[in-house]
C-alpha cells in the first residue's frame, strides 16, 4: 500500500518570502501522479499542482513549484513570494495510474505572517 | 454547473441515529469518491463510483455504512446507527476519467461535517 508522509505538520512564512513544504511517499509503481492540495479554514479543498511521475521536468503554476525527485520519492512543494491568502492546511497526494483513489499526507499547516 | 455541492453542511445527530449525506458532482464527471477526514489528518478514501458502479470500498467502510449512485449521477451516503467515532469531515469528489484526460484531478465538495453526540 502507499503511504504518504508530510513531516512538517506546521510552517510559517513572512509575507513576500519563499516557503518549502516536504512531502514523502512509498511505493512500489513506477507510474503514478503526485498531487499538492490546498484547504484554506472551513473551505473546499482546491488542486495547486500536479505532476505526472513519467515527466522529469518539474511542474509549475506562477508561483508555485515543485521538486519532484522520483529516486528519492520526494515531492516538495515551493511557494514563491508568499501571500496573506496562502495561508492554509496544504495536502500532498498520491494517486496510481491503475486505480482511482488517492492517497493523502497529513498536512502541513501554513501561517503567513504579515 | 458551479462545482460539486454537498449537503447537508453541517449536521448533528444523536448517538444511534441514521444519516443520510449527499453529493452532486460536476455534471459531466462520471468518476465519484468518498472520503471521511478527521482533525488534524488528511483525508481517508471511503469508496470510489465509476458511473452508477461501485468499484471499491475501503476497509474503513464498515457494515454501517453505505454509498449509492442511482444512474451514475448524484450519489449518498448512509451512515446506519452512528457511534462518536463517526464525527468527522465527509468530503465528496468527482472527477472526469476519459480515456484522454486520465490524469484529471478531482474536484472536491466543501464537506459534511458529522458530530455524533
Known amino acids: 500500500a502507499q503511504t504518504v508522509t508530510q513531516s512538517q505538520p506546521e510552517m510559517s512564512v513572512q509575507e513576500a518570502e519563499t516557503v518549502t513544504l516536504s512531502c514523502t511517499y512509498d511505493t512500489s509503481e513506477s507510474d503514478y501522479y503526485l498531487f499538492w492540495y490546498k484547504q484554506p479554514p472551513s473551505r473546499q479543498m482546491i488542486l495547486v499542482i500536479r505532476q505526472e511521475a513519467y515527466k522529469q521536468q518539474n511542474a509549475t503554476e506562477n508561483r508555485f513549484s515543485v521538486n519532484f525527485q522520483k529516486a528519492a520519492k520526494s515531492f516538495s512543494l515551493k511557494i514563491s513570494d508568499s501571500q496573506l491568502g496562502d495561508a492554509a492546511m496544504y495536502f500532498c497526494?498520491?494517486?496510481?495510474?491503475?486505480?482511482?483513489?488517492?492517497?493523502f499526507g497529513d498536512g502541513t499547516t501554513l501561517t503567513v505572517k504579515p | 454547473d458551479t462545482g460539486v455541492s454537498q449537503n447537508p453542511r453541517h449536521k448533528i445527530t444523536k448517538r444511534g441515529q441514521n444519516v443520510t449525506f449527499r453529493c452532486d458532482p460536476i455534471?459531466?464527471?462520471?468518476?465519484l469518491y468518498w472520503y471521511r477526514q478527521t482533525l488534524g489528518q488528511g483525508p481517508e478514501f471511503l469508496t470510489y463510483f465509476q458511473n452508477e458502479a461501485q468499484l471499491e470500498k475501503s476497509r474503513l467502510l464498515s457494515d454501517r455504512f453505505s454509498a449509492e449512485r442511482p444512474k451514475g449521477s448524484f450519489s449518498t451516503l448512509e451512515i446506519q446507527r452512528t457511534e462518536q467515532g463517526d464525527s468527522a469531515m465527509y468530503l465528496c469528489a468527482s472527477s472526469s476519467g476519459r480515456a484522454t484526460n486520465m490524469n484529471t484531478e478531482a474536484f472536491f465538495g466543501q464537506g459534511t461535517r458529522l458530530t455524533v453526540v
Open positions: 455534471s459531466e464527471h462520471n468518476r
Open positions: 497526494a498520491y494517486r496510481s495510474v491503475r486505480y482511482s483513489k488517492s492517497t
